[in-house]
């Protein structure tokens, strides 16, 4: 249930041809020609792969993603441009920017971004000697609801964009060496409302699940479109705050079934004494099953938890004048 479900393909508002056609000609080759000079294979997925490149009419290192060469469809480079699309048009300190998209000569699409040198917060939370020491704090818990802020921030300027992005987890979150959060893997997002021209799938267009099973919202695993906004993500933040204080997945099955089950039940969660009254509040309220009595919006949330965050300060200071 910790892998993420990908969905069909999805009705676009134009036919891919076109757009593809529509497209600049970018060349990334390890040969010293064009603007992209290729200089490493940076990671790979199922369908994409990711370089390192030097962009050499500015002189930086980039990331520059592209279908596999074994992975060509059509599925492949919708998928690629949606990812490219949405990402692009969200400007924010804590989204990767977009540098640009175009084509390359083998007309396969390939888009350009910042180069992120860090590690996921899955992995840190995993093995905390691989936080970057940036981010250190005598109170561990400090620390990762600092990276939960910046998080919450994106989502909620996301969705001022009307862009849902449906897969919020640990390992969608990037940290880097200078203090950088970025949530990244925008592949699977929808438009909140259909706009006319823009090729980005709407939460009306969903007829079968995507997401993480672990971490999804009941209409999420219910396909439940009509009750799809703001709340849902508000859910995988709360899903995610829960794996910070917990190390466990909100929900937990012997297989996939189950876990999608457990999803779309969605009972409230029995926390230990270990985890304070009020953040073990905040995560039931977020990911309640009824979207009522969830937070609205992403900011609900984060204003939430960093009421929690200072309160909890005051207490640390009179039990310290105390002492």
């Not at 910046?150 to 990037?174: G, Q, Y």
Request: charged letters at 30%; proline letters at 5%.
């Amino acid at each position: 249930g910790g892998e993420t479900l990908v969905p069909p393909d999805l009705r676009q508002s134009r036919e891919l041809g076109v757009l593809v056609d529509e497209l600049p000609k970018l060349t990334a080759s390890r040969q010293n020609e064009g603007e992209l000079r290729v200089t490493a294979t940076l990671g790979q997925g199922g369908m994409g792969v990711v370089y390192l490149a030097r962009q050499t009419t500015i002189g930086r290192e980039v990331a520059v993603k592209t279908i596999r060469e074994d992975r060509r469809s059509t599925t492949a480079s919708r998928e690629l441009l949606r990812e490219a699309w949405i990402t692009g048009r969200l400007e924010h300190p804590n989204i990767i920017p977009v540098h640009s998209i175009g084509i390359d000569d083998q007309q396969r699409p390939l888009f350009v971004m910042k180069r992120v040198e860090g590690v996921s917060w899955a992995d840190a939370l995993e093995d905390p000697s691989r936080l970057p020491e940036i981010f250190s704090r005598e109170d561990a818990l400090e620390a990762n609801l600092d990276i939960l802020d910046d998080v919450c921030k994106a989502v909620h300027f996301a969705h001022s964009r009307e862009i849902l992005h449906r897969d919020i987890k640990p390992d969608n979150v990037m940290l880097g060496a200078h203090g950088e959060v970025y949530l990244v893997d925008w592949g699977i997002a929808l438009a909140l409302e259909r706009r006319d021209g823009i090729a980005i799938p709407c939460v009306h267009d969903i007829t079968s699940p995507a997401g993480t099973p672990a971490f999804m919202a009941p209409e999420m695993a219910g396909v439940k479109t009509d009750d799809f906004g703001p709340w849902t993500d508000v859910y995988l933040l709360g899903a995610t705050l829960h794996f910070v204080l917990t190390q466990e997945s909100r929900h937990v099955g012997n297989d996939l079934f189950s876990t999608m089950f457990a999803a779309f039940r969605s009972a409230p969660f029995e926390y230990t004494d270990e985890i304070p009254d009020a953040l073990a509040t905040i995560c039931n309220k977020a990911t309640h099953k009824e979207i009522s009595e969830r937070y609205q919006n992403a900011e609900e949330l984060r204003r939430a938890v960093a009421e929690f965050r200072r309160h909890r300060a005051s207490i640390r200071v009179s039990e310290k004048a105390r002492s």
